[in-house]
């Protein structure tokens, strides 16, 4: 048998209402990290200089890397419920590599999605970056767990993806950013070990005590291109302006088409947030930059499917 390749090592999502696993789509990258967290146990009886560490609890982490966005609105959706997945690593074959081989090694838990980041630059396939954390024991996968097959997802361009806002917290959200280049929304759970006496072995029970979420918009400071549309759109000026006033304002991101990607189509999600940062950049012989940040300002909504 030879060595285990990368794209046959697939980290699965169990789907309730079909009631077997499907594989995280369009993946190029995962990682699974088991951690046994220790104590010293070293004291003034003990002879020498060496370390004598002991566990105290057992936690794990999920990475996944995917060029799949068409779940954007549902994976920010499971974030704000707050709730666990429950996921699954395996060995895969067949020409999709979608079918389990059903590996000694293989193991499911509970994970709660923790971080999530849904990157949309110009002229590249957008993606994600997914970070669960698992709450609770690992445990074997019964051979009988199935994994469903998915069909191929489709790229999305990053240009057709755009930030929309406005100047402030009450009017719609209706102005792209001019000369846009990238955009990426990044979303986080924090968590805390919910584990006390009664709780039996090893393993850390997690609970989510708080969301937050911030988005980042860099585009140029003046663009080259005739903008032959003249569909409105935000400049730096408006952006300065809008800092200097340091107050919320609405914001939305969404499909795009029709002339300069400026017409809003099927909405993703939108919310308020405060442009707490603006940075500047003009690098000798390069294109004069700048990037926004904007903090969010109580929860998103995710647009209905």
Same mark, same amino acid.
């Given at each position: 048998?030879?060595? +285990? ?10 789907? /309730? ?21 220790? =104590? /010293? !146990? ?6 020498? +200089?060496?370390? #004598? $560490? ?25 974030? #704000?419920?707050?709730? $666990? ?26 994970? *709660?999605?923790?971080?999530?980041? &849904?990157? &949309? =630059?110009?002229?590249?396939?957008? @993606? ?26 489709? *790229?999305?361009?990053? @240009? ?23 955009? !990426? ?20 029970? @997690?609970? $989510? ?7 980042? /918009?860099?585009?140029?400071?003046? !663009? ?9 759109? #935000? ?12 107050? $919320?304002?609405?914001? @939305? ?32 012989? !390069?294109?004069?930059? *700048? ?5 969010? *300002? ?8």
């Amino acid at each position: 048998m030879g060595t +285990l390749k990368g794209q046959n090592f697939r980290i699965c999502i169990y789907d /309730s209402d079909a009631e077997k696993y499907k594989v995280i789509g369009m993946a190029t990258n995962c990682s699974v990290t088991l951690t046994n967290n220790v =104590d /010293s !146990s070293s004291t003034k009886d003990d002879v020498g +200089l060496a370390e #004598k $560490p002991v566990t105290t609890s057992k936690s794990w982490q999920v990475s996944v890397d995917s060029l799949n966005v068409a779940d954007t609105a549902a994976m920010l959706t499971a974030i #704000k419920a707050m709730e $666990p997945f429950t996921l699954m690593w395996d060995e895969t074959s067949t020409t999709d590599n979608q079918s389990r081989v059903k590996a000694a090694f293989a193991r499911k838990g509970q994970a *709660y999605l923790t971080d999530a980041t &849904f990157q &949309f =630059d110009n002229r590249t396939n957008a @993606q994600k970056s997914l970070q669960f954390s698992g709450t609770g024991a690992l445990s074997t996968v019964a051979s009988s767990e199935a994994v469903e097959v998915i069909s191929a997802g489709s *790229y999305t361009k990053g @240009q057709f993806v755009r930030l929309f806002i406005t100047s402030d917290g009450v009017s719609a959200p209706s102005y792209a950013i001019a000369a846009a280049r990238t955009l !990426s929304l990044h979303v986080s759970i924090s968590l805390e070990d919910a584990t006390t006496k009664d709780t039996t072995g090893d393993w850390q029970v @997690q609970e $989510p005590t708080g969301i937050s979420y911030d988005i980042t /918009s860099g585009a140029l400071m003046r !663009s080259g291109e005739t903008i032959t549309s003249q569909v409105g759109a #935000k400049s730096l000026n408006d952006l300065e302006s809008i800092y200097n006033d340091g107050t $919320p304002i609405n914001w @939305q991101i969404t499909n795009v088409s029709g002339d300069n990607n400026r017409t809003a189509d099927t909405q993703i999600v939108h919310g308020m947030a405060v442009l707490t940062q603006l940075q500047l950049t003009a690098q000798n012989r !390069s294109a004069a930059e *700048y990037q926004a940040t904007l903090q969010g *300002y109580g929860n998103y909504t995710v647009a209905a499917a």
